[in-house]
T-cell receptor, first 115, second 112 residues
Framework: GAVVSQHPSRVICKSGTSVKIECRSLDFQATTMFWYRQFPKKSLMLMATSNEGSKATYEQGVEKDKFLINHASLTLSTLTVTSAHPEDSSFYIC???????????FGPGTRLTVT | GENVGLHLPTLSVQEGDNSIINCAYSNSASDYFIWYKQESGKGPQFIIDIRSNMDKRQGQRVTVLLNKTVKHLSLQIAATQPGDSAVYFCAENSGGTYKYIFGTGTRLKVLA
């Protein structure tokens, strides 16, 4: 149980284009989903917290107009990287939290490469 | 902040030996702590957790120790195996929010 999927697993896009990453909780309803970014050999950095049906809360220094988050249902959140640049190349990981729990279940990550 | 981009420390251990991975957490109000294992190109994998009302918790081959006085968390892996080679992260959660703060991570290398 408690499986989280991400799609795509890896994507290459050209500079200036937008890329959408999906995060799904497959066997539970996620009250909250989180988006992290991880650069090579570094730790996970929380980008934003996404609650179903409400606006995402972004961490300091994360541009909300660049990283658009939509949490339209209790099993799906999407992260759209708009006007991507090479410095946005990173490993993006989502996690999902069931209601009433502190536990987060992590997805397998999405490798974004912007050329 | 706690997740500044520092160089990833490495712990090398001989196969069969015990491993101890340490983590200093930042917030004295944190009440839930988790250890994750991350293999290259994959998402974090849950290993073990502990709440602040405990100082020790054991799982299969793993033990987590919590010292709230000095804000220190450790992960002990018994009889380390080649499959344990990965990067290990601690994470803390403050009761006021559901957000996790991740430590900088430690790379564990198991030598045959």
């Amino acid at each position: 149980g408690a499986v989280v999927s991400q799609h795509p697993s890896r994507v290459i896009c050209k500079s200036g284009t937008s890329v959408k990453i999906e995060c799904r909780s497959l066997d539970f309803q996620a009250t909250t989903m989180f988006w992290y970014r991880q650069f090579p050999k570094k730790s996970l950095m929380l980008m934003a917290t996404s609650n179903e049906g409400s606006k995402a809360t972004y961490e300091q220094g994360v541009e909300k107009d660049k990283f658009l988050i939509n949490h339209a249902s209790l099993t799906l959140s999407t992260l759209t990287v708009t006007s991507a640049h090479p410095e946005d190349s990173s490993f993006y990981i989502c996690s999902a939290r069931p209601g009433g729990s502190y536990e987060q279940y992590f997805g397998p990550g999405t490798r974004l490469t912007v050329t | 902040g706690e997740n500044v981009g520092l160089h990833l420390p490495t712990l090398s251990v001989q196969e069969g030996d015990n491993s101890i991975i340490n983590c200093a957490y930042s917030n004295s109000a944190s009440d839930y702590f988790i250890w994750y294992k991350q293999e290259s190109g994959k998402g974090p994998q849950f290993i073990i957790d502990i709440r602040s009302n405990m100082d020790k918790r054991q799982g299969q081959r793993v033990t987590v120790l919590l010292n709230k006085t000095v804000k220190h968390l450790s992960l002990q892996i018994a009889a380390t195996q080649p499959g344990d080679s990965a990067v290990y992260f601690c994470a803390e959660n403050s009761g006021g929010t559901y957000k996790y703060i991740f430590g900088t991570g430690t790379r564990l290398k198991v030598l045959a």
